[in-house]
């Protein structure tokens, strides 16, 4: 009730500063996790998709009221972070955390080295319901390996 | 009753830009190492308190002044005002958002603004009118280019937005400077009519000998940058002008430059190259660098090693101002003001540009240029290949042309771009 009274006093021009300022997160997100894989990401988890290549996958942020898509391809310059549901996704991943805790779990998940360890790293996410993951696991997993860039030579300087 | 919330969003993208400074700067500091980037993580860190200082001073009711990148935003100081540049504002949302401001251009172009026209300027004249931004007053010197004349007045005729115009005249001369001087003192009075406010030149005074102390370290990075190799990373040239435009005459441009010298001396000691990579191809951009993607600096630094060792934000060798007293004050800021950076290039014959591009190629050891031919700037059209033959017959190295929309990813994508440079560096290897 009360969200409805606070609501009815924001002008439209509130609403819709409001509205574009949350959207710039998601956005603002969505452009530098390509910047970042395209600059410092590794083609290793690229050439192991295989027979997945072509399938979308769908990270969504509930605190954000919005979601990313990707579609998984064996080369790191096709990878692309799009904002916007996917149409046909073999596997959704919801980061269930609140808005300021966002960039935080993507960050986490881009700064491991890929391998089995730092997938690991992830389960307790997991386990805590943090990151919660709908369709395939598999999917899901390679997707997280392509975003991973902590094996780049720039972490051994 | 003052409405905060209200008055704020009088600068809807100040706000949407903070938010991007906000989360590129988290991520940064939380993904790369400390030591990455230096450039972009200070940059970020300084112009992100600086827009959250002006979104509060919006706030409280302050104006708000749009003003082209050439009308330096410390000339306002004077004034409790909040500064708008608004070439700033296009170039860097379409940095550091996906789409750029792109919806802003298309809503001009289908007001039948011409699709040719400079995007810097095109970008936030959609965002006035699709209402995210209320300038209370423009101001703009009477150059560097048409889409200038053309654009800014369109506030005018449109929105009833009250324009000031310092008359910039096309010759250097001792006259000229004392013309514009009276220009700029004139129309700052004529700003602070239209906005309530006597301008205060003591206040002016303070910001412009902080711009003085930026100077002294401007000229120190670019006498570093004459090592080999660069000891300054590519993606300081992008923040460099980032500073100009949104932190000028602020406390913050000193400590962003503070801390860019402070590893570009470190680097110089240690004959350290940014990057990881050795240093292989020494660039200018005579022009500016693709606004659009920022990230390219970086791709070049790592994957061809190629320095970019100026852009045109970068290679203005100005004096300080002597601020000894407001008449000699004024006649520096004019000076600076006609020599800034496109002033200078754009509202003279190509000659002088010509000159200065093979004394750096020569003095800083170029082996090439990369020319961005920008659809917006008409009067740098033949530039390209005059300067090619000059590079050509005086130093002996080449240039490259670049057709592309420095802030439209949509004319000339990043991977033409960069293709064109991939090809273009193994000539050069």
Redesign the interface.
């Known amino acids: 009730m009360v969200d409805i009274i606070q609501e009815s006093n924001?002008?439209e021009?509130?609403i819709?500063?409001r509205d574009?300022?949350r959207e710039?997160?998601l956005?603002?997100?969505?452009?530098?996790a390509?910047?970042?894989i395209?600059?410092y990401g590794l083609e290793d988890a690229f050439q192991r998709i295989g027979k997945r290549e072509g399938q979308e996958i769908e990270m969504r942020f509930p605190s954000l009221e919005g979601a990313f898509n990707f579609t998984l391809v064996s080369s790191k310059?096709n990878f692309e972070c799009?904002?916007g549901r996917a149409r046909d996704p073999v596997a959704i991943i919801i980061i269930n955390v609140k808005a300021e805790k966002a960039?935080?779990i993507?960050?986490?998940i881009?700064?491991l080295p890929d391998g089995i360890v730092s997938i690991l790293k992830i389960i307790p996410k997991y386990l805590t319901r943090k990151l919660k993951i709908k369709g395939s696991l598999i999917a899901a997993i390679k997707l997280c390996r392509c975003m991973m860039?902590g094996k780049n030579?720039?972490?051994k300087? | 009753m003052v409405n905060k919330l209200e008055l704020g969003n009088r600068i809807i993208p100040y706000k949407i830009l903070f938010e991007c400074l906000e989360t590129t700067g988290e991520l940064i500091e939380r993904i790369l190492p400390e030591n990455e980037i230096p450039s972009l993580s200070s940059g970020l860190k300084h112009t992100s308190k600086v827009i959250g200082d002006y979104i509060e001073k919006a706030g409280e009711g302050w104006p708000i002044i749009g003003h082209h990148f050439a009308f330096q935003a410390e000339y306002l100081s004077c004034f409790d005002c909040i500064p708008v540049c608004l070439e700033g504002i296009s170039f860097f949302l379409s940095a550091l958002l996906p789409d750029g401001v792109e919806k802003y251009y298309d809503l001009m172009s289908n007001r039948g603004h011409p699709f040719h026209t400079c995007s810097s300027q095109k970008g936030v004249m959609g965002m006035g009118f699709d209402g995210i931004i209320k300038f209370d007053a423009l101001i703009t010197p009477t150059a560097p280019c048409d889409n200038t004349v053309g654009s800014y007045q369109v506030y005018k005729h449109l929105k009833d937005t009250p324009l000031i115009l310092p008359d910039m005249p096309f010759i250097r001369n001792v006259e000229s400077y004392e013309y514009y001087a009276r220009q700029l003192k004139d129309r700052l009075y004529e700003l602070g009519n239209v906005i309530g406010q006597e301008p205060d030149f003591e206040k002016l005074k303070r910001h412009i000998e902080i711009e003085n102390k930026v100077n002294t370290k401007e000229l120190e990075i670019f006498e570093l940058k004459k090592a080999i190799p660069c000891p300054v990373e590519n993606l300081f040239n992008a923040w460099g002008a980032g500073a100009s435009l949104f932190l000028s005459g602020r406390q913050e441009k000193l400590d962003f430059y503070d801390d860019v010298l402070e590893v570009a001396r470190r680097r110089y000691k240690n004959k350290e190259n940014y990057g990881g990579t050795e240093e292989k191809i020494r660039s200018i951009w005579p022009f500016m660098v693709v606004f659009f993607s920022l990230d390219l600096c970086e791709w070049l630094d790592r994957e061809i090693g190629m320095s970019i060792l100026f852009d045109i934000f970068n290679y203005s060798f100005t004096e300080p101002i002597d601020t000894s007293d407001d008449e000699k004050m004024f006649l520096g800021m004019a000076k600076r003001g006609m020599n800034y950076p496109m002033m200078k290039q754009s509202i003279d014959f190509y000659d002088p540009l010509i000159e200065d591009c093979v004394n750096l190629a020569k003095v800083y050891n170029a082996d090439c240029f990369i020319f961005t031919a920008h659809i917006g700037c008409k009067q740098f059209g033949s530039f390209g290949q005059i300067l090619r033959e000059a590079l050509r017959d005086e130093v002996g190295i080449p240039l490259l042309i670049i057709d592309l929309d420095v802030g439209d990813q949509r004319m000339t994508s990043l991977n033409h771009i960069k293709n064109k440079i991939k090809i273009f560096s193994q000539t050069l290897l």
């Open positions: 924001l002008n021009r509130a819709r500063a574009l300022v710039t997160k956005l603002n997100l969505a452009r530098m390509n910047i970042l395209d600059l310059e799009r904002i960039i935080k993507i960050s986490e881009i700064r860039i030579s720039m972490y300087r």
